[in-house]
């Protein structure tokens, strides 16, 4: 199994706190992504990162800012939770954007974050 | 963006049926992946295959990219089997993704003994 940690794996906070979701990888891949997934649609990206402060958008990024200080942990933050931000969130690594042939995406097993 | 289709959202069987579920895209792709989250919540990978047919065990995938499809076949199930099933391609033309991943929204599956 690819060496992928996520903390916390549950977690309950109040509308307008602020929350970090820690990804931490021991495989030493470039690159990294938070996915969130929500029941009827799937998995959508977060943000992700190609290296060490190389972020990036993705397609849901609205409320969400992320950090990567060292090659092993990137950091996803909601700097004012909302209610529409419960979710289960994943962190992923590959070697290769997207992930390849040689280098598949592999995923941490999740946070499930409930914003009251 | 690219569109990713997967069918049937919902597939029911019993213990040793075989079933076929697919995945349609909207777009060229030069990268197509499937995956497993099993019922605990895992995701597995289960096969990187933009082009050409694979097998891992009971497992097998198609894809034909011109025709803009791909086929996860499952053989002989097991109740192991159960779970989610996602199928995730990165469009050649990249649009917003970037080259990132646009996951379907998936076939849960239900094997029953």
């Known amino acids: 199994d690819a060496g992928i940690t996520q903390s916390p794996r549950h977690k309950v906070t109040e509308t307008g706190t602020p929350v970090t979701l820690r990804c931490h990888q021991t495989?030493?891949?470039?690159?990294m992504y938070w996915y969130r997934q929500d029941p009827g649609h799937g998995l959508r990206l977060i943000h992700y990162s190609y290296g060490v402060k190389d972020t990036d958008k993705g397609e849901v990024s609205d409320g969400y800012s992320v950090s990567r200080s060292k090659t092993e942990d990137f950091l996803l933050t909601l700097e004012s939770a909302t209610s529409s931000q419960t979710s289960v969130y994943f962190c992923?690594?590959?070697?290769?954007?997207?992930?390849?042939?040689?280098?598949?995406?592999?995923f941490g097993n999740g946070t499930r974050l409930t914003v009251t | 963006g690219i569109q990713v289709e997967q069918s049937p959202p919902d597939l029911i069987l019993q213990e040793g049926a075989n079933s076929t579920l697919r995945c349609n895209f909207s777009?060229?792709?030069?990268?197509l992946q499937w995956f497993h989250q099993n019922p605990w919540g895992q995701l597995i990978n289960l096969f990187y295959?933009?082009?050409g047919t694979k097998q891992n065990g009971r497992l097998s995938a198609t894809t034909v990219a011109t025709e803009r499809y791909s086929l996860l076949y499952i053989s002989s199930s097991q109740t192991t089997d159960s779970g989610v099933y996602f199928c995730?391609?990165?469009?050649?033309?990249?649009?917003?993704?970037?080259?990132?991943?646009?996951f379907g929204k998936g076939t849960k599956l239900s094997v029953k003994p």
């Open positions: 777009d060229s792709v030069n990268n």
């Open positions: 995730a391609v990165v469009s050649m033309n990249y649009g917003g993704s970037q080259g990132n991943l646009i």
């Open positions: 495989e030493n891949h470039r690159y």
């Open positions: 295959i933009p082009s």
């Open positions: 992923a690594i590959s070697e290769s954007l997207g992930g390849g042939y040689n280098s598949p995406l592999h």
